[in-house]
């Protein structure tokens, strides 16, 4: 009887040597992958700190191309070249001879990717630069191939063999490639001094970049600042709390340098203690001595020093004393910075 509909076939169960031979082929596809590797650094040579110097010198684009699965390849290391330092994109080879090449201008570098180093897409568009006079650095695994010889540097990447089983799909050429392709985009990183600080400029909403954020960025200012003179009245001080919201004010001098200040527990402690607290100047009931931190500081750094202090604000002033701006702790919460 057949299988309708209703009654599907059921599919043959896992036996334990099924799963133990999936084991035994992913740790071969695994071995000669990082043998792959293993052998690109063998073949690192002069071309590949020419490739560095020409993209560290670039000033332009790096175009990155490539078709079929090289090209998906290339695709990641010119989103890896971009987030790290290297303005950079992928252009398609069969878009850019078919109008698409309007995107590579003067002063760019095209990086482009051809384990065979024949593909007919990519001799095509190397014809075109070379009217264009843009460079080309060509990562192939075989040096004598036609785009390997036409290239303006030669980057190889030759492997013993692919790591499917049927030595056909593109496994250990395309994880070679990507390889050279990272250590390429690390190394030209390296040559423009590329910094933390840097990488989260680039990712203001990965967590990396909001760990790095200074000080400067989040803290409050201006017109968002509170702070009142020495002899201001406390009617005064406490309008200018409330209205800034944050619970504090910082007590300044005429050079805007800090001199103390005021919470609201500071308020509620001297009322308890001295009926005539309103007939009072900010001056003569601040607490002197507050916790200061300087604007170029991570924000996670003003955090750590709020809680380590039990303490819900820091005041930001410079290391001549004059104020900047305050940040409060829920400031800093919400960057989720841990």
């Known amino acids: 009887m057949t299988a309708s509909a209703e009654t599907p076939q059921k599919r043959p169960q896992r036996t334990a040597p099924a799963a133990a031979g999936a084991r035994a082929v992913a740790r071969h596809v695994l071995e000669v992958e990082a043998a792959a590797v293993r052998a690109v650094i063998r073949q690192l040579d002069a071309g590949f700190e020419r490739a560095v110097t020409l993209i560290d010198g670039c000033r332009g684009r790096v175009v ?3 078709m079929g699965k090289s090209g998906i390849i290339m695709r990641k290391v010119a989103a890896t070249l971009s987030s790290t330092g290297t ?7 069969a878009e850019a001879i078919h109008g698409d090449l309007g995107m590579v201008v003067a002063g760019d570098v095209v990086l482009a990717a051809s384990y065979s180093g024949t593909t007919e897409e990519l001799q095509r568009l190397a014809a075109l630069l070379g009217r264009l006079a843009v ?8 040096a004598a191939s036609p785009l390997a010889r036409v290239a303006d540097i030669h980057l190889p990447v030759a492997i013993d063999r692919e790591a499917c089983p049927l030595g056909l799909a593109p496994t250990a050429s395309t994880t070679a490639t990507l390889a050279l392709g990272d250590a390429l985009a690390m190394a030209i990183s390296a040559a423009r001094g590329f910094t933390a600080e840097d990488f989260a400029r680039l990712h203001p909403g ?16 201006d017109a968002e600042l509170p702070q ?7 009617p005064e001080t406490i309008h200018e709390m409330s209205r800034k919201g944050l619970g504090i004010t910082a007590i300044v001098d005429r050079e805007e340098r800090l001199l103390g200040c005021l919470s609201d527990g500071d308020l509620r402690r001297a009322l308890e203690a001295d009926p005539g607290l309103m007939q009072r100047t900010a001056g003569a009931v601040m607490r002197p001595g507050a916790k200061t931190i ?5 924000a996670s750094a003003a955090l750590a020093r709020m809680e380590a202090h039990h303490i819900t604000s820091l005041f930001v002033r410079r290391p001549e004393g004059r104020l900047e701006g305050i940040v409060h702790i829920h400031d800093l919460w919400r960057l989720e910075l841990f």
């Open 206 to 221: 990965g967590t990396l970049g909001r760990k790095l954020l200074r000080i400067a960025e989040v803290m409050h200012r």
């Open 135 to 142: 460079p080309l650095v060509m990562i192939t695994g075989h």
């Open 64 to 66: 990155c191309t490539g």
């Open 87 to 93: 303005p950079s994109l992928f252009l398609h080879p």
């Open 228 to 234: 009142v003179a020495p002899t201001a009245s406390m």
């Open 294 to 298: 300087e604007p170029d500081a991570l």
